[in-house]
């Protein structure tokens, strides 16, 4: 293979501090993402996806903090750069697009004002310059009549129009990583998937690296390369995606295949994952997912499965595949 | 129905109930599991405690929620359990008709599976009407014997279900069913894509409110002329001109 490592995080973890107790929201989460391909993240509410997420921005507020790890974008440690540095890769070489874009986009602006905002920011354009570019940009985002668009404000415009204008902000600076959080969950299925598609061609035209966060695993499917499927914290299971949807290894990942309903196949039923997520502040001591799992063994209960490596490419965190050994709290080495 | 009185109307509910898509709102705060179940069984006559109770744990264990929660309040449960409350509550009623809005929209999918399962269950088991609205064509297709698409407030396709998601007649419901993303990676199909945005609703296109979006060759009819239902095969219907011809 000839990709090469654009981010490699190495051991995140991330937690929040709580009334309640400390929640391991990130705990120990391992993973690369190579340039130019899309890395899924998969998971339910709560797994920890997002948190995942913003802490490679380094946006996570508090009560949350990143505890330790290590997060490499293109060989650079990320927390160990100055803010000031920070503030030029976030949005400048990384760049993020959120779910809900009326709350993300600030409704005080216009639309040009944002673009604009974002170019000037990191030195790419200003002035008349700027407003040139962002008609360019909202062309290219498959917006008609870009040049009216630009006075207009985030109410004026459709949901599917607003996401849009996140992705040509997000794309403006021209970043090397675009990590997409749910970005098509608030939008109807048909908006959807002009919008995959938009976020597939920039990809391909600018060689983006994504990592695409999502609970949706027909969108991991169609729009992904591989995928990490994630549990209470944990990464349980990571490969690439057709092998990890046709022989899923860990338990959580073929239980979740298992609850989707399939269209137009009314033979194959579904079989829900009983049970429900465990309280993060009270995780329980083994597996995480040993109360809802199917395949439970003794030992499930008493110590945390590391991260084995069945086969080439593919890595799970469940006792089926590897020793017990001495692990009380999973150190991950991938 | 729409003719009747609100008086005569009320003795009609107990008979047609509703299950909401946010089990957050549709539950009262102040009240415990216990009592929210309780309060349809009151207003139909139940008085005794002992006749309550009993009737209580039934309604819960129909929905597999765990008896020993039942005095806890609302806020104290997840989404999934919730939605199993608000789905007990509304067979308290012993209803002949449940219309159920949007009823796992808002559940990941583990939960929204286990509450499929529920409501399938209770359907065969109760024989319950259900008309189940959601925008989820997938969940549908898991659920329902028959489809009804809607687009702008007119309904353009209905027929069994298996005929409308293998051989959709309107160019609407096959754009949907295209854009559904599959799990199964050659099952995608080359997606009709459908450009732009529905109208507003304040200004419904002339003639075919599809027209604007349509991907067909359209002949000067679906400009001009409000296509009408019309059953194209036996009990599988849709709205447009072009139906039969394809």
Same mark, same amino acid.
């Given at each position: 293979? &000839?990709?090469?490592?654009?981010?490699?995080?190495?051991?995140?973890?991330?937690?929040?501090?709580?009334?309640?107790?400390?929640?391991?929201?990130?705990?120990?989460?391992?993973?690369?993402?190579?340039?130019?391909?899309?890395?899924?993240?998969?998971?339910?509410?709560?797994?920890?996806?997002?948190?995942?997420?913003?802490?490679?921005?380094?946006?996570?507020? +508090?009560?949350?903090?990143?505890?330790?790890?290590?997060?490499?974008?293109?060989?650079?440690?990320? !927390?160990?750069? /100055? $803010?000031?540095?920070?503030?030029?890769?976030?949005?400048?070489?990384?760049?993020?697009?959120?779910?809900?874009?009326?709350?993300?986009?600030?409704?005080?602006?216009?639309?040009?004002?944002?673009?604009?905002?974002?170019?000037?920011?990191?030195?790419?354009?200003?002035? $008349?310059?700027?407003?040139?570019?962002?008609?360019?940009?909202?062309?290219?985002?498959?917006? #008609?009549?870009?040049?009216?668009?630009?006075?207009?404000?985030?109410?004026? !415009?459709?949901?599917?129009? +607003? @996401?849009?204008?996140?992705?040509?902000?997000?794309?403006?600076?021209?970043?090397?990583?675009?990590? =997409?959080?749910?970005?098509?969950?608030?939008?109807?299925?048909?908006?959807?998937? @002009?919008?995959?598609?938009?976020?597939?061609?920039?990809?391909?035209?600018?060689?983006?690296?994504?990592?695409?966060?999502?609970?949706?695993?027909?969108?991991?499917?169609?729009?992904?390369?591989? =995928?990490?499927?994630?549990?209470?914290?944990?990464?349980?299971?990571?490969? =690439?995606?057709?092998?990890?949807?046709?022989?899923?290894?860990? /338990?959580?990942?073929?239980?979740?295949?298992?609850?989707?309903?399939?269209?137009?196949?009314?033979?194959?039923?579904?079989?829900?994952?009983?049970?429900?997520?465990?309280?993060?502040?009270?995780?329980?001591?083994?597996?995480?997912?040993? #109360?809802?799992?199917?395949?439970?063994?003794?030992?499930?209960?008493?110590?945390?499965?590391?991260?084995?490596?069945?086969?080439?490419?593919?890595?799970?965190?469940?006792?089926?595949?590897?020793?017990?050994?001495?692990?009380?709290?999973?150190?991950?080495?991938? | 129905?729409?003719?009747? =009185?609100?008086?005569?109307?009320?003795?009609?509910?107990?008979?047609?109930? &509703?299950?909401?898509?946010? #089990?957050?709102?549709?539950?009262? /705060?102040?009240?415990?599991?216990?009592?929210?179940?309780?309060?349809?069984?009151?207003?139909?006559?139940? $008085?005794?405690?002992?006749?309550?109770?009993?009737?209580?744990?039934?309604?819960?264990?129909?929905?597999?929620?765990?008896?020993?929660? %039942?005095?806890?309040?609302?806020?104290?449960?997840?989404?999934?359990?919730?939605?199993?409350?608000?789905?007990?509550?509304? !067979?308290?009623?012993?209803?002949?008709?449940?219309?159920?809005?949007?009823?796992?929209?808002?559940?990941?999918?583990?939960? @929204?599976?286990?509450?499929?399962?529920?409501?399938?269950?209770?359907?065969?088991?109760?024989?319950?009407?259900?008309?189940?609205?959601?925008?989820?064509?997938?969940?549908?297709?898991?659920?329902?014997?028959?489809? %009804?698409?809607?687009?702008?407030?007119?309904?353009?396709?209905?027929?069994?279900?298996?005929?409308?998601?293998?051989?959709?007649?309107?160019?609407?419901?096959?754009?949907?069913?295209?854009?559904?993303?599959?799990?199964?990676?050659?099952?995608?199909?080359?997606?009709?894509?459908?450009?732009?945005?529905?109208?507003?609703?304040?200004?419904?296109?002339?003639?075919?409110?599809?027209?604007?979006?349509?991907?067909?060759? @359209?002949?000067?009819?679906?400009?001009?002329?409000? /296509?009408?239902?019309?059953?194209?095969?036996?009990?599988?219907?849709?709205?447009?001109?072009?139906?039969?011809?394809?």
């Amino acid at each position: 293979m &000839m990709e090469r490592t654009l981010l490699e995080v190495k051991n995140l973890q991330t937690h929040f501090s709580t009334y309640r107790g400390t929640l391991r929201a990130v705990d120990g989460v391992s993973l690369t993402v190579r340039r130019g391909e899309t890395l899924a993240l998969v998971g339910e509410s709560g797994c920890g996806k997002s948190v995942t997420g913003l802490s490679i921005m380094r946006l996570v507020r +508090r009560p949350g903090r990143i505890i330790q790890g290590e997060i490499s974008f293109d060989k650079e440690d990320l !927390l160990k750069k /100055p $803010r000031a540095e920070m503030r030029q890769i976030r949005g400048g070489r990384i760049a993020m697009v959120f779910q809900d874009p009326l709350s993300t986009l600030n409704p005080a602006f216009t639309v040009q004002n944002q673009i604009s905002e974002s170019l000037k920011i990191h030195g790419v354009a200003s002035g $008349r310059e700027a407003k040139e570019r962002s008609i360019q940009l909202l062309e290219a985002m498959g917006i #008609p009549a870009a040049r009216e668009r630009l006075r207009n404000y985030p109410h004026e !415009l459709s949901g599917g129009m +607003r @996401q849009r204008v996140m992705i040509a902000i997000a794309a403006s600076c021209e970043p090397e990583l675009l990590i =997409a959080d749910e970005p098509t969950t608030a939008l109807d299925v048909t908006l959807q998937a @002009q919008i995959m598609d938009l976020l597939a061609q920039i990809k391909k035209e600018r060689g983006l690296a994504i990592i695409l966060i999502t609970h949706d695993l027909g969108i991991v499917s169609q729009f992904s390369d591989r =995928a990490a499927v994630m549990y209470a914290g944990h990464i349980v299971e990571q490969g =690439a995606v057709e092998s990890l949807l046709e022989e899923p290894l860990h /338990p959580y990942t073929r239980g979740l295949l298992q609850c989707v309903p399939r269209l137009g196949r009314p033979d194959l039923p579904i079989t829900p994952i009983e049970g429900s997520v465990p309280d993060m502040a009270a995780l329980p001591t083994g597996c995480r997912f040993a #109360p809802r799992c199917p395949h439970v063994m003794e030992h499930c209960w008493q110590s945390m499965p590391l991260t084995y490596e069945p086969a080439p490419g593919r890595s799970v965190r469940c006792f089926l595949y590897g020793e017990a050994g001495d692990s009380v709290r999973g150190v991950d080495t991938t | 129905m729409l003719e009747i =009185a609100s008086g005569e109307l009320r003795q009609l509910r107990p008979r047609m109930q &509703m299950i909401f898509q946010d #089990p957050f709102s549709s539950l009262n /705060p102040h009240k415990t599991v216990e009592q929210i179940i309780a309060l349809p069984l009151r207003i139909r006559g139940t $008085r005794s405690r002992e006749a309550l109770d009993k009737r209580i744990k039934e309604l819960l264990q129909l929905v597999g929620f765990d008896l020993s929660q %039942a005095h806890r309040f609302p806020h104290q449960f997840s989404g999934g359990q919730r939605q199993r409350i608000g789905i007990a509550r509304t !067979l308290a009623c012993e209803p002949e008709l449940v219309i159920a809005d949007e009823p796992v929209a808002s559940l990941d999918v583990s939960i @929204q599976a286990q509450i499929l399962e529920i409501l399938r269950g209770l359907q065969q088991r109760f024989r319950l009407t259900t008309v189940f609205i959601s925008h989820d064509i997938s969940v549908v297709s898991h659920v329902s014997q028959r489809i %009804a698409i809607m687009y702008l407030g007119k309904i353009v396709e209905i027929g069994p279900a298996q005929s409308v998601i293998r051989q959709p007649l309107h160019p609407y419901t096959r754009a949907l069913l295209d854009a559904v993303p599959r799990i199964e990676r050659g099952a995608q199909k080359e997606a009709a894509l459908l450009s732009g945005d529905p109208p507003s609703p304040m200004s419904i296109p002339p003639g075919c409110r599809f027209h604007t979006r349509c991907y067909l060759d @359209q002949i000067p009819q679906c400009r001009s002329t409000e /296509p009408q239902l019309r059953a194209v095969r036996p009990s599988h219907s849709a709205a447009c001109h072009l139906a039969a011809s394809q």
